[in-house]
T-cell receptor
Framework: AQKITQTQPGMFVQEKEAVTLDCTYDTSDQSYGLFWYKQPSSGEMIFLIYQGSYDEQNATEGRYSLNFQKARKSANLVISASQLGDSAMYFCAMREVYYSGGYQKVTFGTGTKLQVIP | SAVISQKPSRDICQRGTSLTIQCQVDSQVTMMFWYRQQPGQSLTLIATANQGSEATYESGFVIDKFPISRPNLTFSTLTVSNMSPEDSSIYLC??????????FGAGTRLSVL
């Protein structure tokens, strides 16, 4: 099974509107972390927001918020008041800790291409 | 947070040659990672590079092809050896800060002719 599933290959949103990018994950661990990254056409990966599995409050960072529903294993990204500069690929990712190996691994979803329309 | 400088930003290489990518972090970090992103694809972890130990490679990646060095807590290199056109990708370095957030360099766009 896929660790991270992003079912929307592409999304359009009108400028100044809000948009939700979907992400579901699969893990049997109790302790894990969820991330969202933005990748503009320039190629750099920009960290947006983080949610720990034990965090009771949904994470927020400016116009970004993470709608964390633990029982449903979903971690959707909400972007409010979209701007033209938000047009980019968005990746959901999950960090798991492998205690037996003593190392951590972050697995990325396939991404959602968001296009903001003027 | 961590600020990561990666170079070169892009290169065009001939088949059979090797390229070393450098990654410099502005603070001391325990864990650094190297990823590959093939055109139109997501990120795939190549290896985890911890200072003072051998890099841990993911399935499908081997040390002979992708040797990694981690001489100190702020620096790492990835070498892509004996390159073929299939190695054309973006290679990304990342570092994990004390809050367990991974920050990325700007990436190296590699084209192999």
């Amino acid at each position: 099974a896929q660790k991270i599933t992003q079912t929307q290959p592409g999304m359009f949103v009108q400028e100044k509107e809000a948009v939700t990018l979907d992400c579901t994950y699969d893990t049997s661990d109790q302790s894990y972390g969820l991330f969202w990254y933005k990748q503009p056409s320039s190629g750099e990966m920009i960290f947006l927001i983080y949610q720990g599995s034990y965090d009771e409050q949904n994470a927020t960072e400016g116009r970004y918020s993470l709608n964390f529903q633990k029982a449903r294993k979903s971690a959707n990204l909400v972007i409010s008041a979209s701007q033209l500069g938000d047009s980019a690929m968005y990746f959901c990712a999950m960090r798991e800790v492998y205690y037996s190996g003593g190392y951590q691994k972050v697995t990325f979803g396939t991404g959602t291409k968001l296009q903001v329309i003027p | 947070s961590a600020v990561i400088s990666q170079k070169p930003s892009r290169d065009i290489c001939q088949r059979g040659t090797s390229l070393t990518i450098q990654c410099q972090v502005d603070s001391q970090v325990t864990m650094m990672f190297w990823y590959r992103q093939q055109p139109g694809q997501s990120l795939t972890l190549i290896a985890t590079a911890n200072q003072g130990s051998e890099a841990t490679y993911e399935s499908g990646f081997v040390i002979d092809k992708f040797p990694i060095s981690r001489p100190n807590l702020t620096f790492s290199t990835l070498t892509v050896s004996n390159m073929s056109p299939e190695d054309s990708s973006i290679y990304l370095c990342s570092a994990q800060d004390r809050q367990n957030i991974q920050y990325f360099g700007a990436g190296t766009r590699l084209s192999v002719l």
